[in-house]
Nanobody, 128 residues
């Protein structure tokens, strides 16, 4: 069985920073790609970042590029998302996801269906 557990969410003022972490357990050696998504109330789940497990290639949408940084620690089976210059529109529940597939296409990596396992989510609220 696979489990992904997010932590690090909270309330922060606009312009501030937060670091989210995702701890993976189970068949972690089979993970090829890890990602972060977010979902705000009334909106669709949105791709935030992805990283390949072996080479650490990273992918971001334009909405967070330059502000968010994804990283992984393969020894600890964790993936982190460092978020800076946060904006009120970054407010959402943030989800960690894992896939057993590889892709170098940001379009493919941005699809929720590419990922097989999901965490329960952690709330991030950015006040103005």
């Amino acid at each position: 069985q696979v489990q992904l557990v997010e932590s690090g969410g909270g309330l922060v003022q606009a312009g501030g920073s937060l670091r989210l972490s995702c701890a993976a357990s189970g068949r972690t050696s089979s993970f090829v790609t890890m990602g972060w998504f977010r979902q705000a109330p009334g909106k669709e789940r949105e791709f935030v970042a992805a990283i390949t497990r072996t080479y650490g290639n990273t992918y971001y949408p334009d909405s967070v590029k330059g502000r968010f940084t994804i990283s992984r620690d393969t020894a600890e089976n964790t993936v982190s998302l460092q978020m800076s210059s946060l904006k009120p529109e970054d407010t959402a529940v943030y989800y960690c996801a894992a896939a057993f597939q590889f892709s170098s296409s940001a379009v493919v990596l941005g699809r929720a269906g590419f990922y097989k396992y999901w965490g329960q989510g952690t709330q991030v609220t950015v006040s103005s």
